[in-house]
């Protein structure tokens, strides 16, 4: 990734930025789900009682109870929920559906579905002329594009993502378009740019009240110095995103965060700490079941 060079963990290959992108997929997805059979259960027994756009709704909260634990069970209830919507016709629902199975196909590795489901869910929103579903869409592309390692794209989008947020005062909105479009700037090498956003994110989470994405932020910092290579500040930042995560038991960005932090202590020299730092994101993610970020 960019300047890492003879790095354990990142090696200096294009294959190296999935890592960063795919966290930084779960971190703007909202899904933290993690799988609750019996609940998920309950849900399938009252689907088929229910009106059209409370059976998309419920295949939604399937999905999330789902995703990242049971990609065939996600993925069979993202697309139910899409095939409702398309019955349907409405196409603030048929975007929503795709938002969900972009984010779901995402999140399992399925990069070239997601990347054509997610321009097809923009066009669906921008004729549904509703901002929630609009905001959602245009994130998601943004995140599509950046994940194919088109960040000039991926800037516009999360700046169409932005201008939504900022229209109608969405706190979670805004820090979510911040984020991504500070990562753009960080991949396009604008890191001053980068590093105010990330910092606006960390000011504005603490005044929210929103842990998750303060912890997120950090750690956004954390890599925005590292790629600088400013080893200290990589690690002061990173630390205090990964006991955010911690404290929320949240094992995929506290993954992420050791995967930085073991890189910025290789690079000051320090093998001992980073392969202790190495095998303690091996073991978080013992639980996390990511199979991406573990390889």
Not at 4 to 21: E, G, K, L, T, Y
Not at 81 to 104: E, F, K, S, Y
Not at 180 to 207: G, T, Y
Not at 242 to 259: S, T
Request: charged letters at 20%.
């Amino acid at each position: 990734m960019g300047s890492r060079q003879h790095n354990p963990i990142f090696p200096n290959n294009p294959d190296a930025m999935f890592i960063r992108s795919f966290i930084l997929l779960c971190l703007l997805t909202g899904f933290h789900a993690f799988a609750h059979q019996a609940a998920t259960d309950s849900l399938l027994q009252v689907i088929p009682s229910l009106p059209d756009t409370q059976k998309i709704s419920t295949y939604f909260e399937i999905c999330r109870e789902l995703v990242g634990q049971d990609k065939a069970g996600a993925l069979d209830a993202a697309n139910k929920a899409l095939t409702i919507a398309r019955q349907n016709g409405d196409p603030r629902w048929i975007a929503r559906a795709m938002n969900i199975m972009v984010a779901c196909l995402q999140i399992h590795g399925e990069m070239k579905d997601a990347y054509e489901m997610a321009q097809s869910a923009v066009s669906y929103a921008e004729k549904s002329n509703n901002n929630i579903t609009l905001l959602e869409s245009y994130g998601l592309l943004s995140n599509a594009y950046g994940l194919n390692s088109e960040w000039d794209k991926a800037l516009i989008y999360g700046d169409k993502s932005r201008q939504v947020a900022e229209a109608i005062q969405d706190t979670l909105g805004m820090l979510d378009a911040y984020s991504i479009i500070a990562v753009c700037h960080m991949e396009l090498k604008n890191f001053e740019e980068a590093k105010a956003l990330n910092e606006l994110c960390i000011r504005l989470s603490q005044l929210a009240g929103r842990d998750y994405e303060y912890g997120r932020a950090e750690v956004n910092l954390g890599e925005n110095y590292y790629r600088e290579h400013n080893w200290e500040d990589a690690i002061k930042h990173t630390e205090i995103g990964a006991a955010v995560f911690a404290k929320m038991n949240y094992d995929v960005g506290v993954a992420q965060a050791k995967a930085i932090l073991a890189n910025a202590y290789y690079e000051l020299g320090d093998q001992i700490k980073s392969k202790e730092t190495s095998e303690e994101m091996l073991r978080v993610l013992g639980s996390a079941l990511n199979d991406p970020l573990a390889g």
